[in-house]
């Protein structure tokens, strides 16, 4: 059994920061990818982060230059630090991971969290 566990949401002034952490605890044997999605009312879930293993980043446009993922590998942790936070930045963020866990033998499984809010608002 394996659980992403988010922290770190909430409001927020336009312009303001948050950090959003992310832990997995469980039976993980390694953590593949790591990530963030946002998903706001009415619209498709979206991409707005992924980090590899080596630290390898990616960023949706929306997030670049703005927003800084980061993992700490020791403590199967990935983060999310947003600056400049602007009003469409709202939604529910879940973090996602690729876990290889240990079953009977090891399998790699895909994971989400229980999501957690951010609120830009004046």
């Known amino acids: 059994q394996v659980q992403l566990v988010e922290s770190g949401g909430g409001s927020v002034q336009p312009g303001g920061s948050l950090r959003l952490s992310c832990a997995a605890s469980?039976?993980?044997?390694?953590?593949?990818?790591m990530g963030w999605y946002r998903q706001a009312p009415g619209k498709q879930r979206e991409l707005v982060a992924l980090?590899?293993?080596?630290?390898?980043?990616t960023y949706a446009d929306s997030a670049k230059g703005r927003f800084t993922i980061s993992r700490d590998n020791a403590k199967n942790s990935v983060y999310l630090q947003m600056n400049s936070l602007k009003p469409e930045d709202t939604a529910v963020y879940y973090c996602?991971?690729?876990?290889?866990?240990?079953?009977?033998?090891?399998?790699?499984?895909?994971?989400w969290g229980q999501g957690t809010q951010v609120t830009v608002s004046s």
């Open positions: 469980g039976s993980v044997a390694s953590i593949n990818r």
């Open positions: 996602n991971a690729i876990i290889v866990v240990i079953i009977s033998t090891l399998t790699e499984k895909e994971y």
């Open positions: 980090i590899t293993t080596g630290g390898t980043t």
